[in-house]
């Protein structure tokens, strides 16, 4: 899993301490949305951030939702 954010959102940190809560492995990649080149685009249809690309390539974004996801499929 690679998880696509910026070390000042708040919503990303909140990912990130899930991810690490259920000890996970995944590759945090710091990609800022509005800078060009950035893969947030291609990944999340909003081109917002956390985005949450799994290993099929599907993309989870939006916090609670990646939350939910993680708490759902990882117990």
Same mark, same amino acid.
């Given at each position: 899993? *690679?998880?696509?954010?910026?070390?000042?959102?708040?919503? &990303?940190? *909140?990912? !990130?301490? &899930?991810?690490?809560? *259920?000890?996970?492995?995944? +590759?945090?990649?710091?990609? @800022? #949305? !509005?800078? @060009?080149?950035?893969?947030? &685009? +291609?990944?999340? #249809?909003?081109? +917002?951030? #956390?985005?949450? %690309?799994?290993?099929?390539?599907?993309?989870? /974004?939006?916090?609670?939702?990646?939350?939910?996801? %993680?708490?759902? &499929? /990882?117990?």
């Amino acid at each position: 899993m *690679k998880l696509l954010g910026t070390d000042t959102s708040p919503y &990303v940190r *909140k990912v !990130r301490l &899930v991810l690490l809560e *259920k000890n996970l492995p995944h +590759r945090y990649l710091v990609d @800022p #949305p !509005r800078e @060009p080149g950035s893969q947030v &685009v +291609r990944a999340n #249809p909003l081109g +917002r951030i #956390p985005a949450l %690309i799994l290993e099929d390539e599907n993309c989870v /974004f939006d916090s609670p939702v990646i939350a939910e996801y %993680i708490d759902g &499929v /990882f117990t």
